[in-house]
């Protein structure tokens, strides 16, 4: 408990050229998240409030930063930041409503603790798996240099936070792009109950700076002024000469990892020697010493706060549970958008799909000027598939960027951009390569809009698929893997007219958008196509041929592959549906099909568990039982990784299963 005794110092502060009214704010600024910790202490006792990360011991550094940062300026605090909350002037009933989950929060009760962001104070919160956030701080930072604004964005970790791939890819991206993010790494000793010995074996994780050719700085994190003072210098120095820089902040974490977990594997000696360096004790000494504070003075700041404190607390205990029902939950999973069709009467041009594809991109990058494309290899060198050739030229670097191999942070850049009022495209180098962005994409990404109201306009190209003789790891066509992820919209044309037209839709659509592009098909598949801007709709299948006998329902290369089949066998009277868009999934027309046909099969070129083709097949016995006529059929590829050598490939690819399996049907 903080208290009026006298506490002997252990930290020199230097307060010259302070005036009295600065220390006392940087002290009460202190002071309030610590007695909003111990009242909550109080609450969770009495079984009032639920778990707790504790930032007593730390409070020197969350208000440090906050304070030394424009208001204006982003920061991306970790779960033991309460003193950016408070010295960002949240009012306390909403922290604490948002806390209880209720409807003055953030987040409509459905996320917890300090798991928000809010544009109005520009917080941005953490999602649990801490790493993210710096990626994240990367894309709000370039964000800043595109619009020529000189502004510091400040992100937190712990130290464990920092052996996560996260951190080092978002340090690299930072380094290597100058931009101006300011990493705070909060080493408070323990990462829940590991020590920095099991979590690291560098002395100094400021050292790792060096490896980043960063710069970096060692600060007492328990010494107020210490960060005040440093960290208003450096943020004023990376805003005329932008750079990140890596701060670690040595300092102790006073109590367990949550609170109801305690301390017990830490030895008491190190909690008796971080007690005295208490950093509001220490603080609260020095400024009686000072003659600055006195009892009477205290005990009325601390009424002050503790008013406030139990005010908003009354406020956030009387306010109702929150109320929802599921139409508005399922409300709030995607940024509103109103499709505007844009058609085209032009002339039109014979090209292949990856042709379509790039004049997409082209035109939408013409069309959005706040749109960055980022993606390894696609400046100069136009990507891998040339699909972005001249393109760094005619738009420069500065929004045709290369990125470093890292897919994480580079996801979480898009994010970051996006909070900060652009729209950004992410080039996966081969779709197979998303399972190293995949975590941002579905916990960031997915659910923010969801969370807390912030939208993520981001637009992930995905080139994949097989039937190229590339083996397991560049052939792979993993659409479910996201399909199954509210908040995603995933995309996947098979023909060049949809994939111009879709493309230009993902980019004026705000939500994230999963655009499957297939390989094969780049430069197999013509087609004349509109030379001017146009849009398609998402969620709306193309019947590609209509008939009776049967319906095909299928995307991507397996439409190609069903018109070749329908083709050899004769069949003409089927009806062959091109899905398009795979989320929104047009239901209305597989319905409509199978109830015309009573017969349905699904051709998915993925593996059939858990693929999108069961799931329409479920769909299928549901909604249209009493229309079939034979059982719904599936076919896809085998249970097996995707083989290299072209006859196993061709073996495991589903084209001469479906020839069979169609003729079942037809015959049953
Ligand atoms: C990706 C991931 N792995 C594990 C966890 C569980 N976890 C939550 S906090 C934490 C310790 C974090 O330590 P540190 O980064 O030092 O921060 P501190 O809690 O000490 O402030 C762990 C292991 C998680 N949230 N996310």
Redesign the pocket.
């Known amino acids: 408990m903080v208290s009026n005794k006298p506490h002997s110092q252990s930290i020199i502060f230097n307060d010259y050229g302070y005036s009295q009214e600065k220390l006392l704010d940087l002290y009460s600024s202190m002071l309030k998240p610590r007695m909003i910790e111990e009242k909550m202490l109080i609450l969770l006792r009495q079984g009032k409030i639920s778990k707790w990360?504790s930032g007593i011991g730390q409070e020197a550094i969350s208000v440090g930063v906050t304070k030394a940062m424009q208001e204006d300026e982003y920061i991306l605090p970790?779960?033991?930041n309460l003193g950016v909350f408070t010295s960002r002037n949240i009012p306390l009933n909403r922290l604490f409503s948002q806390w209880q989950g209720k409807a003055s929060g953030f987040t409509k009760g459905r996320d917890r603790s300090f798991h928000f962001g809010t544009q109005e104070f520009k917080i941005v919160g953490m999602i649990?798996?801490?790493?993210p956030q710096m990626g994240v701080a990367d894309g709000i930072a370039l964000g800043h240099i595109l619009k020529n604004e000189q502004k510091v964005s400040a992100v937190f970790?712990?130290?464990?936070?920092t052996s996560?791939g996260d951190f080092h890819e978002a340090l690299n991206i930072a380094s290597v792009w100058d931009l101006p993010v300011l990493f705070c790494i909060?080493n408070?000793g323990?990462?829940?109950s590991t020590p920095t010995t099991e979590q690291f074996r560098c002395k100094d994780l400021a050292d790792r700076g060096a490896g980043y050719g960063m710069e970096s700085h060692i600060i007492d994190g328990n010494n107020i002024l210490e960060v005040y003072e440093k960290i208003s210098g450096i943020t004023e120095s990376m805003r005329v000469d932008p750079r990140p820089v890596l701060i670690e902040f040595k300092t102790f974490?006073m109590r367990g990892?949550e609170e109801a977990s305690g301390t017990k594997y830490v030895p008491q000696k190190l909690m008796d020697e971080w007690e005295q360096k208490d950093p509001i004790m220490n603080f609260q000494q020095h400024l009686y010493d000072k003659g600055i504070l006195n009892d009477e003075l205290l005990n009325e700041i601390r009424k002050d706060i503790q008013a406030e404190i139990d005010e908003n607390l009354q406020l956030a205990f009387s306010e109702n549970s929150i109320e929802s029902n599921s139409t508005k939950e399922l409300n709030d999973v995607f940024e509103k958008f109103v499709y505007q069709e844009v058609s085209a009467d032009s002339e039109k041009e014979n090209i292949r799909y990856v042709d379509a594809i790039s004049r997409a991109l082209k035109e939408s990058v013409q069309r959005h000027d706040n749109l960055v494309l980022m993606g390894q290899d696609i400046a100069d060198y136009g990507g891998v598939f040339k699909i972005t050739e001249g393109f760094s030229e005619e738009f420069g670097k500065d929004r045709i960027r290369n990125t470093p191999i890292c897919e994480s942070a580079i996801v979480g850049t898009a994010m970051g951009l996006s909070i900060n009022g652009m729209k950004a495209m992410v080039e996966m180098q081969f779709s197979d390569f998303v399972s190293s962005g995949f975590n941002p994409i579905v916990n960031y990404l997915a659910k923010i809009k969801y969370r807390w109201d912030q939208n993520a306009d981001v637009v992930i190209r995905m080139p994949c698929g097989g039937g190229v003789g590339a083996g397991p790891f560049h052939s792979q066509t993993n659409e479910a893997w996201f399909t199954k992820i509210p908040g995603l919209k995933v995309v996947y044309p098979a023909f060049p007219y949809d994939a111009k037209g879709l493309l230009n839709t993902a980019f004026n659509d705000p939500n994230p958008v999963l655009f499957f592009e297939h390989k094969a098909l780049y430069r197999s598949i013509r087609q004349d196509v509109p030379v001017d801007y146009y849009t398609l709709p998402f969620g709306k299948a193309s019947i590609i041929k209509e008939g009776s006998q049967a319906s095909i329902i299928t995307y991507g290369a397996g439409v190609h592959w069903a018109l070749e089949i329908i083709e050899e066998m004769g069949y003409n009277n089927v009806e062959l549906i091109d899905l398009r868009s795979l989320q929104p999934l047009d239901v209305n027309s597989i319905c409509e099909s199978v109830t015309k046909t009573g017969k349905a099969i699904i051709l998915t070129e993925d593996s059939l568990f858990g693929s999108l083709a069961s799931e329409i097949a479920a769909l299928i016995s549901e909604n249209c039982f009493e229309s079939l006529d034979a059982p719904v059929m599936r076919v896809g590829s085998l249970e097996t990784p995707i083989p290299f050598a072209q006859n196993l490939e061709k073996e495991y690819l589903p084209k001469d299963r479906f020839r069979d399996k169609l003729q079942d049907l037809i015959e049953y």
């Open positions: 990360f970790m779960h033991r649990s798996h801490l790493g970790t712990g130290e464990g936070g996560e909060e408070n323990y990462g829940l974490r990892h």
